[in-house]
């Protein structure tokens, strides 16, 4: 805290949180930016993309793969990201619940956003399932990086 105050004082600015906070909104625009790019794909694309993927499972040797669960790992996994990300970036303004919360928030109306973008493209359409999915992932990612940078604050602080 000390060590903030006295950058407030001295007008100096630590050239490592702006890379901190530029690295957080790429992070940011990349997981928004990929979760619209999906999600504008017609249905005929968007089934291609998910049967290759499913093709790597099976050459793994996970035959009970099936393109339902790759479709909706895709959407836990993204927004999982997206969570972690928005989590990371608000971390350079706000602590504790109000981390999480903004970044909870923030991820969920992503996915309401994206699941409303897909009433445009052709063959797809939104569903409060996949929401619900969105969420799911959200959760977790936002409650992974926030427990880490929690844990990071605050031995940053004790030493």
């Known amino acids: 805290m000390e060590l903030m105050n006295q950058t407030v004082l001295t007008g100096k ?35 291609l993309q998910s049967g290759s993927i499913l093709e790597i499972f099976k050459a793994f040797g996970f035959e009970n793969v099936t393109m339902h669960l790759v479709r909706k790992m895709a959407h836990f996994v993204l927004f999982g990201s997206i969570g972690a990300a928005f989590t990371f970036a608000f971390s350079f303004k706000v602590i504790g619940t109000k981390l999480f919360s903004y970044s909870f928030f923030a991820t969920v109306l992503m996915a309401i956003i994206d699941e409303t973008h897909q009433m445009f493209v052709p063959g797809r359409g939104p569903q409060v399932k996949d929401v619900m999915i969105d969420s799911a992932g959200a959760l977790l990612g936002v409650m992974v990086i926030a427990t880490i940078i929690t844990v990071y604050k605050k031995r940053k602080l004790a030493s």
């Open 13 to 47: 600015i630590k050239k490592e949180s702006h890379n901190g906070k530029l690295l957080a909104a790429l992070f940011v625009l990349v997981g928004i930016g990929a979760a619209f790019f999906f999600s504008a794909q017609p249905a005929s694309i968007s089934k």
